[in-house]
């Protein structure tokens, strides 16, 4: 499955109608009255916000358009084979990789995050190698830029 019939349906919403009714749905879960996984009303706020189109006959989103979305965003999640995991196959794949995307909205940038990203591209060894790309791109050392961003 892929995203672009969801992109798609935005474009034919008003921004403001969808965003108005993924914030009612975001004040449903602070209430405590969970229907859908949180992060999904999120996501849908993203998208809504970077592919929404200023069209003139755009429809106003109802309740059920957001649903339908949100359903759509279910779909799509799980039919990343990160999100099917079978008998006997560890779950650190798959939290690894929601970890590394939730990092980019804490509040507070700690020395760990500048540690995984030195041993992301500095440390581990692969086929392509990112520590010389860097390198040949902008003249620093990969470890040199994480300490200046540390630093900064």
């Not at 935005?10 to 914030?23: A, F, G, K, M, W």
Request: aromatic share 12%; with cysteine.
């Amino acid at each position: 499955m892929d995203f672009k019939p969801i992109r798609n349906k935005l474009r034919n919403l008003t921004l403001d109608s969808v965003t108005n009714e993924l914030l009612i749905i975001l004040k449903e879960f602070e209430k405590g009255e969970k229907k859908h996984r949180f992060w999904h009303p999120l996501i849908l706020l993203k998208w809504n916000l970077e592919f929404s189109d200023k069209k003139l006959k755009a429809k106003k989103a109802n309740r059920t358009d957001i649903l339908r979305l949100l359903k759509k965003i279910d779909e799509l999640e799980m039919s990343h084979n990160t999100f099917r995991i079978k008998k006997g196959q560890s779950y650190t794949k798959t939290f690894t990789i929601l970890a590394h995307q939730q990092f980019l909205y804490q509040e507070f940038t700690w020395w760990d995050n500048f540690a995984r990203q030195l041993i992301l591209f500095n440390d581990l060894k692969s086929r392509y190698s990112i520590k010389e790309s860097f390198k040949n791109l902008t003249n620093l050392s990969v470890s040199t830029f994480l300490n200046i961003s540390c630093i900064i």
